[in-house]
């Protein structure tokens, strides 16, 4: 029922910036929290940030400040501003949508980010 399309990864030199969106279609039902986590090679998925369709951010404590994270209810889409990136910022990034109260959980493709130094 519900799609997750990302777009926005590549490589990119340390200090550099990426910009990744997700555009969620289907049906979406409110309230949710949208946001992205990332998984690098041998280490386990984490939340990079998230925002709920009230707006209300949160954020892993290394990206705060590097990263922002928007949202466009209208489009259903979400977008991760990454400036200042990091070899270690290297990893597959996944979308994710979430809707607690009615235990539904929908997860992106991934798409690659690779930081070099």
């Known amino acids: 029922q519900v799609q997750l399309v990302e777009s926005g990864g590549g490589l990119v030199q340390a200090g550099g910036s990426l910009r990744l969106s997700c555009a969620a279609s289907?049906?979406?039902?409110?309230?949710?929290?949208m946001g992205w986590y990332r998984q690098a090679p041998g280490l386990q998925r984490e939340l990079v940030a998230s925002i709920t369709s009230g707006g209300i951010t949160n954020y892993k404590d290394t990206a705060r400040g590097r990263f922002t994270l928007s949202r466009d209810n209208a489009k259903n889409t979400v977008y991760l501003q990454m400036n200042g990136l990091k070899p270690e910022d290297t990893a597959v990034y996944y979308c994710?949508?979430?809707?607690?109260?009615?235990?539904?959980?929908?997860w992106g493709q991934g798409t690659q980010v690779t930081v070099s130094s």
């Open positions: 289907g049906s979406i039902l409110r309230p949710n929290i």
């Open positions: 994710n949508l979430n809707v607690g109260w009615a235990k539904h959980d929908y």
